[in-house]
């Protein structure tokens, strides 16, 4: 128990409530910590939310199909993240995409009546909570727009303008395989070496195992 009240508190989130609390909710039921191993699915696709999910620690990731019934990752969660957040108290709170563990990790859940109560009996969470919800609901309606409906090439120069800016140089730096950049840009593997080979032939990059060089203007 001890070990999961020093993970709550560690959460930014939840770091104004005592440790006495946490221990009373986590005893009567109101908190309750899940175990998931890796490749465990989480939601299905339409799946109703009836719950808040923090992770507390591992990592979550949201995946969706492809037209070949391929299972892509779409974005990417850690210890400190919200899932469902915005679904909660929503008209339609059905989760749009399947949400499963990468690696092993674990969630904090808390049912819909309890987030209610601490809304109004705790001021600084219910601030940080809809800051969070605020936040993080443009950056992931980015990253999904990100992925659906572009071409492989709009993904892969959409990739390399940030990693760009980021490290500000056209050589940018790998810190990941072809492969895991294929899932992180939720396409086939084989796609994507067959797009930077397209690019490369069309002089607009060249690139090695570690890196890729922008030669052009690969925006016009």
């Not at 009836?50 to 019934?69: A, M, V």
């Amino acid at each position: 128990m001890k070990k999961y009240i020093d993970l709550i508190k560690n959460i930014d989130l939840l770091n104004s409530i005592s440790d006495k609390n946490i221990l009373n909710n986590l005893r009567d039921g109101s908190f309750r910590v899940v175990s998931y191993m890796k490749d465990n699915i989480l939601h299905f696709d339409g799946e109703r939310c009836r719950k808040f999910e923090l992770i507390l620690s591992g990592k979550i990731i949201i995946n969706r199909i492809d037209e070949s019934g391929n299972l892509l990752n779409i974005s990417e969660f850690y210890a400190g993240d919200i899932l469902g957040g915005n679904l909660l108290f929503s008209k339609n709170p059905y989760y749009p995409m399947t949400i499963s563990a990468s690696q092993p990790s674990l969630i904090l859940e808390i049912n819909r009546e309890k987030l209610f109560n601490m809304f109004t009996d705790d001021h600084i969470f219910l601030r940080k909570y809809l800051q969070y919800i605020s936040d993080n609901a443009n950056i992931l309606g980015d990253k999904i727009k990100h992925f659906i409906n572009k071409t492989i090439r709009e993904k892969v120069i959409n990739f390399l303008e940030y990693e760009a800016k980021k490290q500000n140089s056209n050589y940018i730096k790998l810190n990941i395989t072809k492969t895991a950049l294929a899932e992180k840009l939720g396409v086939q593997r084989t796609s994507l070496s067959r797009e930077l080979a397209k690019m490369r032939k069309e002089g607009l990059i060249s690139f090695d195992a570690k890196s890729i060089t922008i030669l052009d203007d690969i925006y016009k």
